[in-house]
């Protein structure tokens, strides 16, 4: 079956803007999560969904970040005012949902975000 | 003190050799574990799983020791497709966010 769907792949925009990040989950899995990898960094997680609930949102960097998830399905990241450090691969994930074999996360391709 | 810390790397191997990558984790109330595998400029994707008793996938083994927080992966009979980062994650469950390591880069050179 279809994968994690991530779009934009590449999504380029000026210093101040406003951005909208979306992720498609596999058909059928509860929980979602947001990532981000910057150059050379390893990734580091920003947000859990279970459901449309965000049990996790410690990993959001400032209030600037903000994300929803509708209908259990798709998620938008949405990133105001836009900083050149914000520049990173966001990567989304879903899983089943709880349960240990249930927790493997699947990746999508990520958006490539550059901050001009 | 990182919450996952990998060998820093890079392993630079010939096809064929066998490699060992160790991770440490600080959690000690983490619950799964796992190794990805990430390419480059790809997404990571899952190596496999990582379990108490140890767990054997083809040419690639995994180890957990839960009493010194310990997890490796030996890569025998290394392949240049093999030649990617080899991530490390722990999974606080409770949680259920992924804890990455930084990375171990492979190349496999012929």
């Known amino acids: 079956g279809a994968g994690v769907s991530q779009s934009p792949s590449n999504k380029v925009t000026e210093k101040g803007k406003d951005v909208e990040l979306r992720c498609d989950p596999i058909s059928g899995h509860t929980a979602l999560y947001w990532y981000r990898q910057s150059l050379g960094q390893g990734l580091e997680f920003l947000i859990y969904f279970q459901g449309n609930s965000a049990p996790d949102k410690s990993g959001l960097p400032s209030d600037r970040f903000s994300a929803e998830r509708t209908g259990g399905s798709v998620s938008t990241l949405t990133i105001q005012r836009t900083q050149q450090e914000d520049s990173a691969v966001y990567l989304c994930?879903?899983?089943?949902?709880?349960?240990?074999?249930?927790?493997?996360?699947?990746f999508g391709a990520g958006t490539r975000l550059s901050v001009l | 003190r990182k919450e996952v810390e990998q060998d820093p790397g890079p392993f630079n191997v010939p096809e064929g050799a066998t490699v060992a990558f160790n991770c440490t984790y600080s959690n000690s109330a983490s619950q799964s574990f796992f190794w990805y595998r990430q390419d480059c400029r790809k997404e990571p994707k899952l190596l496999m799983s990582v379990y108490s008793s140890g767990n054997e996938d083809g040419r690639f083994t995994a180890q957990l020791n839960r009493a010194s927080q310990y997890i490796s992966l030996l890569i025998r009979d290394s392949k240049l497709s093999d030649s990617a980062t080899y991530l490390c994650?722990?999974?606080?469950?409770?949680?259920?966010?992924?804890?990455f390591g930084q990375g171990t880069e492979l190349s496999v050179k012929p």
């Open positions: 994930a879903s899983s089943l949902g709880r349960g240990e074999a249930k927790n493997i996360q699947y």
């Open positions: 994650v722990v999974n606080e469950s409770v949680r259920g966010k992924l804890i």
